[in-house]
């Protein structure tokens, strides 16, 4: 029966598209979004049909990742579902994969590749600020994925202490410091990719990255544009995100 | 050891980026971009080492999925990788989903798709052509993805057997008419997407998702730029394709 | 000297390019952005040199053509000067042209031309609403470019009085209604330009162009994008406008 | 009349928009995608009116602006249309006025000013080689627009001899070093636009430039895009360029 179950984390979906997590163990409370209300409230109910609470129209739904990825909460910039993707696919990040990333920031992209390498697979997290670690494995646990991930309390720029790792993915302000690291750390074959909103960084990356061995090295950034098609006709959206990153890609060679 | 063992398919890659898979239990034989060779040379060398063929440098890996993506013989125009990225991400396709894509083309797409649903998942593909399926799934064979997919002679326009499925993809030229028939096979909370590169089929693929039950309705395209990263400094590669096509999303409520 | 003269109408800059016009005949007044002053204040000052009012710094400068486009008060969305540069460029307008537009908007896309084609050339603005053309000459004076222009409360759809045009630039919900009218009115080798946000827009528009006699028919938009340099690196402006119109333009032949 | 008179210079345009410009008092000669002609051929012949030579189709017309920058023969990399129509704009440069460029490359950008400027202002072409002058100032002749230019053998980065200019646009490859010198020979309130591919190179002007006394301070790029609009439907085209330069602005103050 695809019914809301005892237990269950669901998300509630508004007309507008705003996401919001329930456990329907939860106790009674303000939900942000949805108004004070009893969780247990939503047992029973069925998965994606209409349901109103106050004057508001909802759906659940069993949270997928990109419900996962745009209900967490923020404190840090965060990598958008977009990167996240575009690293996971030139990563080559698949099921069953060990993957290294730093900083752990919000929990955003460790959110997008635990569900990646999932159900085998293991996320190594590196973090130098712990008040961030913690932040971020709330995220976690609230989206059922916490259990891929090892936090670290550690800085990536001082040592990469695992071997062999599948890919490495590094999102920190001075990401040339760990370039010699990531290089040790990956298998061969294994993929480092660099995220910096800055040219310079990327510059300073790029000269670190020649002068150990990669190859298949690249920098690449998303232009997203989103269509609005109407009644009315067709046209991009006025509002536009007009930078999140620079991505960079290399692949380690013995 | 990281040596390649007989019976393995490998990617060589060059220093330009060219990608060549060798099973290394073929025949001698001309082998594009490499020359004529006995893939028996290849056993006992080791991953990610140069090695020199005539006075061509090359490395070996076991290939990764990039690697697969990029090694694919091409008949039809192709999905790209950064496209089968954000297709994977928006349509929350992971490890162990059941999910279809219409038509099969060259097969790329189906490898990104293989790639996401392994090891216990499932591509189902359809056709309407018989020689796109056969040349599609040699594709599939040779990036050994091949037992993922059920190909299926079929034209998704006329309906659609599975029920429900995880995601349903639809590359044609008419992507409209499978839409009524993807709400009724996909399951609750699953992700519809459609690849068009004309304005026109996106909108009247839009009116008909209005017309059916789905939520979180939005177009989007990717406008990709690499990035020259060298001494004398940074720059937009003059390069760039314009276009690839819009995608379309939506979730199936009841 | 470079000192501003009773009957200067001049524009106050401050430290965030926030730009006012100031008429130096005006009366005392609350001035938008400057505060409650005596316009006879200026009379005297250097152009260039900064000076202070209350506790804000601003630089007073004769008027350029940019400024002017940027002081102007809007009450339509306006053709920005990115847009009217290319409209200029790819019609050919210069100094001694007679061109038309319709509609006149808030008199933005009105001000380019003006500049454009003085001294001895002239605009003439179509306009179905009395209520804009007052609102957009209102905008002319102040900036010193009324006399350019011939307004005229005319609907374009309607038919075009004026003969041997040099260019003519539509930017009205229905362009493709004005493009028979347009050729007649047109110059041989005389460019026509229609502005539309929407796709559906620019179809009809190019179907009617085409059933006319033009050649060098083409549609191009802008994504016109600001790079942010600072001490820290530089990056493209995470604040960014995703479209204004497409611009398609044709040039006439018998 | 509309005829073509003896003496004309004259621009054929054929259906795929290959532009050729002929001189009407010119040698038989052969004529690059056109033939072996007498040019005289052209004379009495109707501007805008179809004719065929050999097996293909033109039209005539009396050269346009547009024509004559398409029309000019490259050197070295031009500046394209598009954005010397955004540094007309935002330089403010209007008939009458008197700007400076350096270098002059292959006098694209040149044509463009000239004829923003005509019929009474000025471009002072700088370019420290000589068969560079000589080149764009045969594309000058031939275009007409020779007389609006004073070309000097001189190296901008050595010093700016005139004053009291109204823009100064720097196409070279160390624009910083000409900086001080703009500053000196610019009117008070007078733009300064330089043009470089490179990120550093912008980053290197943008320093220098806040070190001498300039406020809207803004660096940018345009993006374009053609859209392909046909029965079958509209999109962006596959064929695009990535990019050309950034375009550097300030405005001088005292």
Known sequence: MNKVKKGDIVVLIDSKNGKYFINTEGNTDKYKGVGVIDPGFF????????????????????????????????????????DAALIIMNCAIESGHTVLEAGIGSGSLTIALANAVAPNGKVISYDNRDDFIKHAMKNLKK?????????KIKDVTEGIDEK?????IIDIPNPWKAVEYAWKSLKTGGYLCTYSPLISQVEQTVKEIKKQSFIEVK????????????????????????????????????
Chains 1, 2, 3, 4 share one sequence.
């Not at 994606?48 to 419900?67: C, E, H, L, T």
């Not at 989206?143 to 090892?150: G, H, K, N, P, T």
């Not at 062999?164 to 490495?168: K, P, T, V």
């Open 143 to 151: 989206v059922e994925l916490a259990s891929y991930i090892d936090p």
């Open 219 to 254: 920098t690449m950034e998303n232009i997203h544009r989103e269509m609005v098609v109407s009644d009315r006709g067709t046209r991009p959206s006025f509002n536009m995100l007009g930078h999140t990153g620079y991505l960079t890609f290399a692949r380690k060679i013995l």
């Open 43 to 82: 047992v029973g109910k069925t998965f994606g049909k209409k349901i109103q609470i106050g004057n508001k129209d909802f759906w659940i739904f069993k949270p997928s990742i990109i419900d996962k990825l745009q209900g967490i909460k923020r404190r840090a910039q965060i990598i958008l579902p977009r």
């Open 164 to 168: 062999n790792l599948d890919a490495i």
